[in-house]
Nanobody, 134 residues
């Protein structure tokens, strides 16, 4: 059974950095590096927002406009881990951060912009809290 475990959350001051990790397990050995991993977040009272996605060996990477230039996604297939490096964080980045997995990065286009449809991702972690405040 596929399991995703996020770690690295915590409190950070505005302008600071934080690195989140998503450890994946349960994929069959020959397919583990082919799974796409996405990061989402959900703040109180707001909808879940897709932030970034990285595919398997093809390396397709997506970033939402809200984090482009500040967040960097990367993966270490040998360790079955995907990282989200968060730089120049803002109070608006405060949320519970989730990683999700599926066979590919699902990216939708509507309303003049791209986004990650959460309903297309089959596997989810339990989330890790990130709080940005001074």
């Amino acid at each position: 059974q596929v399991q995703l475990v996020e770690s690295g959350g915590g409190s950070v001051q505005p302008g600071g950095s934080l690195e989140l990790s998503c450890a994946a397990s349960g994929f069959t050995a020959e397919y583990s590096e082919y799974y796409a991993i996405a990061w989402f977040r959900q703040a109180p009272g707001k909808e879940r927002e897709g932030l970034s996605c990285i595919s398997g060996p093809g390396g397709i990477v997506y970033y939402a406009d809200s984090v482009k230039g500040r967040f960097t996604i990367s993966r270490d297939n040998a360790k079955n881990t995907v990282l989200l490096q968060m730089n120049s964080v803002k109070p608006d980045d405060t949320a519970v951060y989730y990683c999700a997995a599926d066979h590919q990065c699902h990216i939708s286009y509507s309303g003049g912009s791209h986004h990650l449809p959460a309903e297309e991702y089959d596997y989810w972690g339990q989330g890790t809290q990130v709080t940005v405040s001074s």
